[in-house]
């Protein structure tokens, strides 16, 4: 397993507008010079945290999943974010992983925020996604989902973890960033294992104010990353899978860990 090179896209976003946040994401990318493998948009990356999905929701033959695979394959690397899907007649806050080869996986969030009625307007997922890029193993997840450990566990299969790197895309306001930043440090340190956290800023059309708080927090709760608040802003961060590895090596909590199993799962 090689090292792993991570770009956050802390970005504000355009209310309900999907040609103008692409467009932004656009310049955004094409800014970052440098390889990386994997770009990470925040949560409903090209509307906001609209709960207009008959206004908003796109298709998976979509311009927003077109831009998603185009720009994957020029940029060489995996993009990842969530958008508002429409399927089977059902409205999907899903996170969709695009591999550079036009290949993807999705991620329908779990946790529905219900203090924003999402769960009168969309279905919730029931499946978690472990996916793999250059040999990590990662699960990405969907904002309110970080309130929830049990959901967000790992757990060891075969004698190797289930998963190396947590990731969790938001628009989590910035009258609540106390919780967001202590929890990732939690979910980081509870599960050996890296997580990430990419927000918003800026204000959206409810009056929400986000920070930002883009952050990424190693295996031992240590914030690794230099991303400001309140400002849009791009960082490439390398993950290091010797340390990663050594450190469980050496510290083996997992064998003391409560084994238990989702019923729905």
Known sequence: MQDLRITL?????????????LNAFDK?????HEQT???ILPEMFNTGFSMNPSGCAETMEGKTFQWLKNKAAKCNCVITGSVLIKENNHYYNRL?????DGTFDIYDKRHLFRFANEQLHFSAGNKKLITE????????LICYDLRFPVWSKNTIINNSY???LLIYVANWPERRNHPWKSLLVARAIENMSYAIGVNRVGKDGNDFEYSGDSVIVNYKGAVISNIPTHIECTETIVLSHDELISFREHFPVELDWDHFKLMNE
């Open 9 to 21: 896209v802390q970005s504000d976003l355009f209310w309900e507008d999907a040609d103008a946040n």
């Open 28 to 32: 955004k990318i094409d800014s970052v």
């Open 37 to 39: 493998d994997l770009i």
């Open 96 to 100: 969709i992983w695009m591999r550079p």
């Open 133 to 140: 890029l250059k040999g990590w193993k990662i699960c990405p």
């Open 162 to 164: 289930e998963y190396d």
